[in-house]
T-cell receptor, first 108, second 112 residues
């Protein structure tokens, strides 16, 4: 099972860029890296997915180094509404482990 | 397009009672999943299905059974509820294994 390690919590202020790093030392060759966001009392919501190098969409960027043993989710110019828990996952179906995630608190 | 829906939203059971949670998706996804989330914890996979008529165990399957008789529905059953099964249950579906999962709103279950 590809276990991931993330910081338990992070604080930021509105307008700043936030980078959340995830460690996944035993990632398998075929595994993708996926990030989810979860608000209280809601199911997780997909943010971004990547395999290597850099992926960017309208809400975030995902940076993956060549060895793929870690990844960094980058949220540009966060707002109060980005306060949530962020999960990093690697693997497929029965091998997905959400872990405890990173609780991001954005202050005004 | 409703996405993933779950029924019921809330339920209180007494120890030993049984119940079934229903998950439905209208995206024609092959893969469906049941997770539980305890306070302050991440989601843990209970059971999953890779297609109609198939089911498989996840990380924490004990005390639960599942069925996927129709592609759009995935049922989670508790035959004899225990207080340790008090949790929020989330259903999800995806087109590909490892692909983006779409989650339902959750079912909050309390077992007294």
């Amino acid at each position: 099972l590809a276990k991931t390690t993330q910081p338990i919590s992070m604080d930021s202020y509105e307008g700043q860029e936030v980078n959340i790093t995830c460690s996944h030392n035993n990632i398998a060759t075929n595994d993708y890296i996926t990030w989810y966001q979860q608000f209280p009392s809601q199911g997780p919501r997909f943010i971004i997915q990547g395999y290597k190098t850099k992926v960017t969409n309208e809400v975030a960027s995902l940076f993956i180094p060549a060895d793929r043993k870690s990844s960094t989710l980058s949220l540009p110019r966060v707002s109060l509404s980005d306060t949530a828990v962020y999960y990093c996952l690697v693997g497929e179906a029965d091998k997905l482990i959400f872990g405890t995630g990173t609780r991001l608190q954005v202050f005004p | 397009n409703a996405g993933v829906t779950q029924t019921p939203k809330f339920r209180v059971l007494k120890t030993g009672q049984s119940m079934t949670l229903l998950c439905a998706q209208d995206m024609n996804h092959e893969y469906m999943y049941w997770y539980r989330q305890d306070p302050g914890m991440g989601l843990r996979l209970i059971h999953y299905s890779v297609g109609e008529g198939t089911t498989a165990k996840g990380e924490v399957p004990d005390g639960y059974n599942v069925s996927r008789l129709k592609k759009q529905n995935f049922l989670l059953g508790l035959e004899s509820a225990a207080p340790s099964q008090t949790s929020v249950y989330f259903c999800a579906s995806s087109y590909l294994t490892g692909g983006e999962q779409f989650f339902g709103p959750g079912t909050r279950l309390t077992v007294l």
